[in-house]
């Protein structure tokens, strides 16, 4: 998809001045993180767990090469065809050949984010060949044209009254006077028009939550059960992952699996996690006839061991975003690509360059909530801060900011002098009052229109200090 | 040069440029076919009673229902008062697996049962497990020739016939009964952790998105024969 996020500022004002995001949003704080925490508590071996899936993570990217080729040995073994894609282009190209192949008129989708990356729905759209997303949050957001705007639930900024118009709109063969005022009526709405889709439907296209050397196995895991349908009716499954996505073994793959679901919805495990190998065998009743991987660089290879390399071992759980104050007050489209909260921030640079995105690791408070949910603790506020460092060195962001920090930097050199000026603004916004907060001050809207400032309780740190108040 | 040599340089290129050290060719070599086991939840060990009550017990907590028999032949009428319990007809598609052989359906003259592949049509299936986890109450069912994936993700209900026997407490232990023998691994292996579900529409728990909106699991005591 074409990314926004250089309109980064302007895309967040929106997102808070959206009533109905900010109603979606505040569902979110009370859903996801409390689940987690339950999940936890159930589970004292959580902590020994995500060292386990850091230590796998890390031991896999230092040799993800020869990874990557045992993976590629074991598929080809068990009747699967790999496909090796540099970029977007190459990817998108390479599942247009395997669709045309099979003579494909539709094309089912499960989730999958690296597909969102490549744009292939758009690119398939193009080329005659009709893509169908069949997660219940895609299908909408597929429906409305819009992006995901969170990585495990899509459509998490909609009320139940949007996509209720949505189907209206879209769904015109079925009676117009139809009741569609509860989530369940439109989920089975979704259900029933799907259903016929996943029949009809050529090839399968899922992504990959992992994939194992040992047995040359790609995983999905889903609670809707769409993944499934859409890989086992149609004759070709064809699976698109990221070349970080390898793990050694099974039992590798198995404890990954165990803090993936308790850090993302705070469930212990997903309904559906399903490991496949290769196409339909002999004695097999059903399934797909050709399995086909894509596995896609885009930009990772050179992340590797480098900066930001602590990135890569990311699972996607969606934690770092369900805690983030910034993501919750902006919401996912902010980001302006497929994706969004800490480590889009992160990870949306490396892939798109700091030109485009230089806006986006602005986005933190630096909180550290995100370093400390996610399973792979991975440095998250320590890599938002490098890229500032590079977008600052480049000499990109605003002339004002970039004078502010320039100001801010001149008076840090400078102990006396700024301890004069903070003197002077703790006096100054003593004028305005010396309690709680200040929800409008002169000259300072820009800050105070959308959220409020915290007034100062006496003198600066400093002076109270002196005053033998520790 | 093609993208999988470009993608393979700039990896190894990458590589050797940073701090990171790969492993010798034999360690990974090890890695791939000694299967480590890494941690293990304390709650997926004990006997094999208490593996069944928390196999139940987490079955439960994921909107599965369970029930226990002594004897496969009890099986048709499981059916027949499950199907009526939800006002269905008493039609189901059984998986050609040998378990189910020795259950004499026709002894159940409101039942029909018919062996196959799921169609759109299908309103109930039977499968059998081949391991049932107690840690989560996770079932894992695999393709073959004796269990047709279609019949795990297309009927409504889907009823789940797990031998006692084959229920352990860690998915690790999944791992090994299937990896018994040297087999290659089937085409697919379905962890199936309660009935399918969706939260997109404001995060509303609803059962029932595309696969099946109930998931029954019957847990056959036959520890006597094992």
């Known amino acids: 998809m074409q990314s926004t996020s250089r309109n980064f500022s302007e895309n967040a004002r929106h997102g808070i001045a959206d009533e109905k995001l900010q109603a979606a949003l505040s569902r979110l704080s009370h859903g996801f993180p409390l689940k987690r925490l339950e999940a936890m508590a159930r589970l004292p071996e ?3 767990l995500r060292d386990d899936a850091q230590g796998i993570k890390e031991h896999t990217l230092a040799n993800l090469d020869t990874y990557l080729e045992a ?5 080809i073994e068990s009747g699967g065809h790999v496909h090796w894609a540099s970029d977007a282009a190459d990817a998108c190209d390479i599942i247009l050949g395997i669709c045309r192949d099979a003579g494909a008129k539709t094309v089912t989708k499960g989730k999958s984010m690296i597909s969102e990356e490549i744009a292939i729905n758009e690119y398939l759209e193009e080329n005659g060949i009709q893509p169908i997303e069949t997660d219940l949050g895609e299908y909408i957001i597929q429906l409305r044209h819009e992006p995901p705007s ?5 459509a998490i900024h909609l009320s139940k009254g949007q996509v209720a118009e949505t189907f209206k709109k879209e769904h015109q063969h079925l009676p117009p006077g139809r009741n569609l005022d509860e989530p369940r009526a439109l989920l089975e709405e979704a ?10 439907a050529d090839v399968g296209i899922t992504g990959a939550n992992m994939v194992i050397a040992e047995t040359g196995t790609s995983i999905i895991v889903t609670n809707e059960g769409n993944g499934d349908l859409t890989q086992t009716l149609p004759k070709t499954h064809i699976v698109i992952a990221s070349i970080e996505k390898v793990v050694p073994t099974l039992e590798d793959a198995t404890t990954i699996l165990r803090v993936l679901a308790r850090s993302a919805t705070g469930q212990d495990m997903s309904v559906y996690t399903t490991f496949s190998t290769g196409p339909k065998q002999a004695q097999d009743l059903d399934g797909p006839e050709n399995y086909h991987v894509v596995l896609l660089d885009n930009g990772r290879s050179k992340m590797l061991g480098g900066e930001f390399h602590d990135m890569l071992r990311c699972i996607r759980c969606s934690a770092c975003l369900n805690h983030c104050p910034v993501y919750k007050a902006i919401g996912g489209h902010a980001y302006g690509w497929v994706y969004s909260g800490p480590m889009g921030a992160v990870l949306i640079p490396g892939l798109l360059g700091l030109a485009e995105t230089h806006d986006l690791p602005g986005a933190s408070t630096f909180c550290g909530k995100c370093e400390e949910v996610c399973p792979m603790r991975i440095p998250l506020p320590r890599m938002l801060r490098s890229w500032r460092e590079k977008s600052h060195q480049a000499s990109l962001g605003s002339q004002k900011s970039r004078f502010g ?8 050199r400078r102990p006396a002098l700024y301890r004069l000026c903070m003197g002077l603004g703790v006096s100054l916004l003593a004028l305005f009052g010396r309690r709680g ?7 300072a809207g820009g800050w105070t229109a959308s959220r409020d400032l915290a007034a100062p309780e006496a003198g600066t740190f400093m002076a109270q200090w002196k005053q033998g108040k520790r | 040069m093609g993208s999988r040599e470009i993608i393979l340089g700039n990896i190894a290129k990458s590589l050797k440029e940073s701090a990171l050290v790969p492993s010798e060719p034999k360690e990974i070599e090890i890695r791939l076919s000694a299967h480590s086991i890494n941690t293990v939840p304390q709650r997926g060990t004990g006997d094999l009673e208490k593996q069944t009550a928390l196999f139940i017990a987490e079955a439960k907590r994921v909107e599965a229902t369970t029930e226990c028999i002594d004897d496969v032949d009890e099986l048709g009428g499981v059916l027949l008062r499950y199907l009526a319990g939800h006002n269905l007809a008493g039609c189901v598609k059984i998986a050609p697996n040998a378990l189910l052989k020795n259950v004499n359906w026709a002894k159940h003259s409101t039942l029909t049962v018919a062996q196959g592949i799921a169609e759109d049509s299908d309103q109930a299936s039977l499968s059998v497990a081949v391991a049932g986890v107690a840690e989560t109450g996770t079932l894992v069912l695999h393709s073959g020739p004796e269990s047709p994936t279609t019949l795990n993700f297309l009927p409504d209900n889907h009823i789940v016939l797990l031998p006692q026997s084959r229920l352990v407490g860690a998915y690790e232990e999944a791992w090994e009964m299937l990896r018994v023998g040297g087999k290659t691994m089937p085409r697919t292996v379905n962890w199936i952790t309660g009935p399918s579900r969706s939260a997109d529409i404001e995060q509303t728990l609803l059962l029932g ?3 099946p909106r109930r998931l029954h699991i019957v847990i ?7």
């Open chain 1, 46 to 48: 959580f902590e020994a």
């Open chain 1, 71 to 75: 993976y590629e040995t074991r598929v």
């Open chain 1, 150 to 154: 969170h990585i495990i639930a899509p």
């Open chain 1, 191 to 200: 259900r029933g028009e799907l259903r016929r889709k996943f029949i009809a």
């Open chain 1, 405 to 412: 920090l320039a100001a801010w930097a001149f008076l840090a």
């Open chain 1, 437 to 443: 907060r200040f929800s409008a001050l002169p000259l």
């Open chain 2, 209 to 211: 998105a595309h696969g």
């Open chain 2, 220 to 226: 056959l005591n036959d520890k006597k024969s094992s």
